[in-house]
T-cell receptor
């Protein structure tokens, strides 16, 4: 099956700093999503981005499908951004999302 | 319809008991998925339905696990003779066919087997 690797695994930021999270995947995909998992366990969809670039407030994401990676940018980080960020992909011949191991972000005040 | 709903939010059970979880997907979605997430890991696929048909099951889904989606609406996941290793967060998601437009996840059911 498809492999999904996220980096870094852990990240500590000072409030106001910017960061970039990376997701590499091993095969062609027709679906890529970035999620934020809150402390109560809910997966909040941030972006549905199988290709191209999208922005939503302080967050933006870029997927370069031909090179099999995606980036999530967080600007002017806030303490409420803390949590785990997951990248998940659906390969072209597949029928489910496969998740990476996540990036655990802590934003300090 | 505001999203995917899961019940209960938390379940504590004694080893050996049976438990059942319910998921109500977004009504327009014809695909429904069950995932399991253990501490410190990403969610892992268990099974999915297209309408009422269960089309794929992961090898993680032992014979103590059974899922149904009668009439292609809500789904239930039952675990028989629970074991401590079943303790996890069970997540449900729904989507259009082939995941078009993305998956929407529910809040999950956290199971603790004591």
């Amino acid at each position: 099956g498809i492999q999904v690797e996220q980096s870094p695994p852990d990240l500590i930021l000072q409030e106001g700093a910017n960061s970039t999270l990376r997701c590499n995947f091993s095969d062609s995909v027709n679906n890529l999503q970035w999620f934020h998992q809150n402390p109560w366990g809910q997966l909040i969809n941030l972006f549905y981005i199988p290709s191209g670039t999208k922005q939503n407030g302080r967050l933006s994401a870029t997927t370069v499908a031909t090179e099999r990676y995606s980036l999530l940018y967080i600007s002017s980080s806030q303490t409420t951004d803390s949590g785990v960020y997951f990248c998940a992909v659906q390969e072209r011949a597949g029928n489910m999302l496969t998740f990476g191991g996540g990036t655990r972000l802590m934003v300090k005040p | 319809d505001t999203g995917v709903s899961q019940n209960p939010r938390h379940k504590i059970t004694k080893r050996g008991q049976n438990v059942t979880f319910r998921c109500d997907p977004i009504s327009e979605h014809n695909r429904l998925y069950w995932y399991r997430q253990t501490l410190g890991q990403g969610p892992e696929f268990l099974t999915y339905f297209q309408n009422e048909a269960q089309l794929e099951k992961s090898r993680l889904l032992s014979d103590r696990f059974s899922a149904e989606r009668p009439k292609g609406s809500f789904s239930t996941l039952e675990i028989q003779r629970t074991e401590q290793g079943d303790s996890a967060m069970y997540l449900c998601a729904s989507s259009f066919r082939q995941g078009a437009g993305g998956y929407t996840f529910g809040s999950g059911t956290r199971l603790t087997v004591v």
